[in-house]
Structures are given as structure tokens and as C-alpha cells.
């Protein structure tokens, strides 16, 4: 097997330890996509549930519990691109096994990752958590979209319903509630764009299996995968 540090072109045959090696990388990568999607889908079906707990509460008397609102709805858009940021991650690496096995065996065998860039968006491109520029169209990038406007329009519903509280209970109150909500929000949001938009977080992984089995984020016809 190749050392660490040592550039592999990719061509040379697996032994057969070394295939039981990858392929359990492999099964380990996938199961690894699979847990986190379903984490991702749960902490929302959870957080939404909660949202509207807290709304209930506030509504039938417990309205200082409005409070907790929008910090709420920015920690779950926060910790549900965390989540989504592993699924990204087990993607990226499965890919890369599939090219190398792929080109082992010298067909086209694997193909899982292809549909996944196809169907789903490119591994490899920029994108905003689940919506892909390059698959617009794909009902993830749809559910992001929708689940992201949604979230705005409650987070901007629940801002003007606990600031305006707080204003009424004290100006002093209201002020250091906006500065702690705004410093939280602006701090969150601004973590995002900058790690989808202008970090190498993602690309690192990349350059690690791209260097150390000799394969691209480069489907044969030329388009990213």
C-alpha cells in the first residue's frame, strides 16, 4: 500500500487485502451517509416540534418564553448545516472508493456517486448547505430553499414579537436583548457564508484522497462529480 505523503497515479492492481480494506471503508462511508442524513432529518422533525411548543406556551400566558424564539431558530438552521456537513463529508470519501475501485477493476462498476451528482448536486462544487447552483432543480436544493425562506420569515415573526416584549418591559432590556440577538444571528449566519463560500474546508479532503488514490472529482464526460 502507498505510504503517507506519497502521490499515487491510481493504476497499479489492489491486492486482495488491500480491496477487503477499501471496500470496508466503503460499507463504513456509506452507513456513515445514511446516519447523518437520518440525524440531520430528525434534529429538524425534533426542532420543529419544539418551535411550535414554544409558540403555544407563549400564546396561552408564558409569553416572556418567546424569548428563547429566535435564538432557537438560528441555532437549528446553525446545527443542521453541522449535521449536513458530515453527510458532505462520508459522500466525499465514498466517491473517491468507488473511482478507485472503478478504476481497479477497469469498468465502470460503482456508480453510486454519479447518481448521487446527477440526481442529487456535485460533491465537488460550491453550493449553499444542500442547495446546488448546479442542480436547481433537484428536491433538495428545493427543500433547502423552502426550508430556509421558511425559517427566515419565523425567525423575522419572532424577532419583532420578542423585541417589542422585551421593549415592554424595559428599554434597557430591549436594547441588550436586540445587541445579543443581532450579535448571535449576524455570528451565525455569517460562520455559514464564509465556510460555503470562501473557506477550503471542503476542498481539503478532497486533495487528501485525490493525492493518495490517484483519482478526480471529474466524471469521464467532463463534468464534476
Known sequence: MEKAGIVNDGNEQLSSEELRLIEAQLGRMRGMLYHYY??????????????????VVAL???????????FFVVYVGFHSS????????????????????NRHYGKDLLIAHELEAAYIFPISKRRFVA?????RGSFLSAETLQFTVGGAI?????CVWSVRLAWDIDVMWGVIYLIGL?????????????????????RRPREIVEARYGITYVGDDGNAI
Do not use: C, H, K
Not at 437520518?38 to 409558540?55: G, H
Not at 449536513?84 to 473511482?99: K, L, M, N, P
Not at 419565523?154 to 419572532?158: Q, W
Not at 455570528?187 to 460555503?196: D, H
Open 38 to 55: 437520518d440525524q440531520f432529518y430528525r434534529f429538524l422533525y425534533i426542532s420543529i416540534f419544539i418551535l411550535f411548543a414554544l409558540i
Open 60 to 70: 396561552a400566558g408564558v409569553e416572556r418564553s418567546i424569548f428563547l424564539g429566535p
Open 82 to 101: 453541522y449535521l449536513f456537513s458530515y453527510v458532505t463529508f462520508a459522500r466525499t470519501y465514498a466517491t473517491a472508493i468507488e473511482r478507485r475501485l
Open 131 to 135: 442547495f446546488s447552483p448546479d442542480n
Open 154 to 158: 419565523l425567525y423575522l415573526v419572532l
Open 182 to 202: 443581532g450579535l448571535w444571528s449576524a455570528g451565525s449566519l455569517g460562520y455559514l457564508m464564509w465556510y460555503y463560500f470562501v473557506s477550503d474546508y471542503e
